[in-house]
């Protein structure tokens, strides 16, 4: 049997994708993890700052999300992890994780503590921890866009934290792009406070530029 089956980020995927598919059409159950900050400040629910992270809303943005997950996770778990924390790895990756779907919640949590009316839902929080933790090792690895066209990671990141924040002061639609915001600053900071070497390295190739120059 294939080890590599049994990786944390293909677990957390399974899970994610199970509870997920059984809560989609349940809106009774599904309540109960939402993250909803007027229920969690009145009844002490803080679970839901972490639950909130097993669900979505539809096929696709489960399928984005896991797919995100799936493609960046798996490279910060067997490679760039392992090759710096060592034995401490597969905690650090809990931790960048799980701690990005929680940190990514609490701009949130502040903003809407007294709006009945604001739920959140799904882990684009930890997903852009992950994806940003990525960048701090490689600035310059391409990403392919529709697995087609390469864009350096540092650019991507650049423009999605212009396009997230851009987006949540016009709060023109129902996404969380502070959580994008906060999930993805969660990932970089987290993943050079325990390696600081890191930073600087990080800083040192992005300078540097792409190879090709």
Known sequence: MNPDVFTLTNIIVAITCLISFAL??????????????????????WYRFLSSGF?????LHLGVNMFVLWSFGSAIEKY??????GDAAATNFLILYFGGIIVASIPSFLRHKSDPSYAALGASGGVSAVVF???VFDPWQ???????IAIP???????????????????????????HLTGAAWGFA?????????FTRFITKTLAGPSWL
């Open 190 to 198: 987290f993943t050079c406070a325990m390696n600081f070497d890191l």
């Open 133 to 135: 933790a990525v960048i």
């Open 142 to 148: 391409n990403l392919y866009l529709y697995g087609i």
């Open 80 to 85: 760039y992890y392992p090759a710096v924390f």
């Open 153 to 179: 990671q540092i650019l991507a990141g650049v423009a999605y934290v212009a396009y997230s924040w851009y987006k949540d002061k016009a709060a023109s639609d129902n996404i969380g792009h502070m959580a």
């Open 55 to 59: 669900i979505h809303a539809d096929v």
């Open 24 to 45: 989609m059409n349940n809106s009774a159950a599904k309540s109960k993890l939402l993250f909803h900050p007027v229920t969690i400040q009145k009844h002490g629910q």
